[in-house]
């Protein structure tokens, strides 16, 4: 006690009282850390005891194989979180995390071999039509960057009347055939658009004519995501990170994909370590997404600054290159960015929701720095939920996307036309037995008013899931079909 008055000789006797007490609450507080510490650490010892006997590797040489993993029992966590307490960098661990949610939205064999099969039935139908006409595959599929939801983007040239019309005959023709379930008719876009859903696996499409400029921009992100091997994991991810929150379509001043692709070939462009091999290899898709979201919510002068992809990336003064844009500013963000196809043109200008993409990504780089300081658990996701809903129906119902839908105008009258077939079908057959053709009937055909009469029903027959498939980058177009012409595919 001589001590204790000797240093606090100046204190009451209630504060030399509430003094001792704080003293042993801090040792009895420092005993239960130092335990802490010992536990935390045998269990560290323990995990590495048990887990492989190869330490941790760089970036660049992770491997990325599915028979190592273990995939997570609990419930609330993604269903492609691999927990990996082996791995005690944070940044590390959302490179691998993001690989495995780039490996579960990947397409399977059989969702290729659908899509495949239903481009296939789609150009059958315009080739009835138009002998002398080319179809051709463009868009995120074509790619290599499609979500499992996506639709396929088919491009129809060389035939012999307006754009218009060739769409409502083809319309005809496939509703005809009992081929789909629902279509719309956009006439008044930009570039005019069939969007059709196929009856028998529920796969979407949208079908344009004489329209090449979907072809050439395909073509040029198709060999910038073979340059640069890091743009495929990031562009998935962002596009569904977009989707979620319904600012991933360009009709709605959202970021559309031909868009992001290019936002995100600037950022790759300008990154600093493409300028050092020995910083490159120790750069993480964890580095990139953080860099990413840092570059245009913070960073990025939007008021002043335009984005040219050609010849390596490069900023220019917005000013100089489209004046007009200042003009129309209202004092938020407005991204400009010039179009690598046509530099007259702007790509940024429809995404009139620039303010609130800036604010999003601000947002998401905030997010990732607490799981940093916060050095999350290697037992739950990144990803979720700070950055990504698990609960979004594209994760939900990764393997029920694809399933038979009920047949378009069901409830119709039938033309002349098929009714006189159907007599036809009735008479007498060289046998003397007449032919029932209850289980041949198509569906009707409605001409101009395309609307369907009920909505679809829930799935019935989904699909189960099967293997998934790992190719490396070099691989990627074999194992997507990246054809131009859809006669070289192999449907057998």
């Known amino acids: 006690m001589g001590d204790l008055e000797f240093t606090t000789g100046w204190l009451r006797e209630e504060d030399v009282a509430i003094h001792e007490e704080d003293s042993e609450r801090n040792a009895e507080q420092a005993e239960r850390n130092a335990s802490m510490r010992s536990m935390l650490k045998r269990r560290r010892e323990d995990t590495k005891d048990t887990s492989a006997a190869e330490a941790p590797e760089a970036f660049m040489a992770v491997k990325n194989s599915v028979s190592s993993r273990k995939r ?50 789609i150009k059958e139908a315009c080739v009835a039509l138009w002998p002398a006409c080319k179809v051709s595959v463009f868009g995120s599929f074509f790619t290599g960057l499609s979500l499992p939801n996506g639709d396929v983007d088919v491009a129809v040239s060389e035939i012999p009347c307006k754009s218009g019309s060739a769409m409502k005959m083809l319309a005809d023709h496939m509703l005809s055939k009992g081929q789909i379930s629902w279509l719309e008719i956009i006439e008044t876009a930009k570039v005019p658009v069939m969007k059709v859903r196929s009856q028998s696996s529920g796969l979407r499409a949208d079908v344009v004519f004489s329209q090449p400029d979907g072809l050439q921009s395909s073509k040029f992100i198709r060999s910038k995501v073979k340059e640069y091997p890091q743009m495929k994991p990031l562009l998935l991810f962002l596009k569904y990170f977009l989707l979620q929150r319904g600012l991933h379509e360009t009709y709605t001043g959202g970021m559309g994909s031909y868009l992001l692709c290019n936002v995100v070939l600037h950022f790759l462009q300008r990154h600093p370590s493409l300028k050092n091999g020995r910083f490159y290899a120790g750069t993480s898709l964890g580095h990139l997404l953080f860099d990413f979201l840092k570059y245009y919510g913070q960073e990025f002068n939007y008021t002043s600054h335009g984005i040219s992809v050609l010849e390596g990336g490069s900023v220019f003064p917005k000013t100089e290159r489209f004046p007009e844009k200042n003009k129309r500013s209202t004092g938020g963000p407005v991204l400009c960015l010039e179009s690598p196809l046509s530099t007259s043109m702007d790509l940024g200008g429809a995404c009139f929701r620039m303010p609130v993409l800036r604010n999003l990504f601000h947002h998401a780089f905030h997010c990732i720095c607490h799981l940093m300081v916060t050095r999350s658990a290697p037992e739950v996701s990144m990803l979720c939920p700070l950055l990504i809903d698990p609960a979004h129906p594209v994760i939900t119902d990764r393997f029920k996307l694809m399933a038979e839908q009920p047949v378009a105008f069901a409830g119709l009258p039938k033309s002349k036309s098929q009714e006189m077939e159907k007599k036809q079908k009735r008479l007498p057959n060289e046998n003397g037995q007449a032919h029932d053709s209850h289980n041949d009937t198509k569906p009707p055909v409605k001409k101009r008013k395309i609307q369907p009469t009920q909505p679809l029903t829930q799935p019935t027959q989904p699909v189960q899931p099967i293997q998934r498939i790992h190719e490396e980058v070099d691989d990627a177009t074999a194992a997507f079909g990246f054809h131009e012409d859809v006669s070289q595919w192999d449907l057998v």
């Open 72 to 121: 997570v029992v609990d419930e609330g966590q993604p269903p492609w979180f691999v927990a990996r307490p082996h791995i005690e960098n944070t940044v590390l661990r959302l490179h691998e995390e993001i690989l495995d949610f780039v490996d579960f939205m990947q397409h399977t064999r059989e969702e290729i071999h659908a899509r495949r099969k239903w481009v296939q039935s």
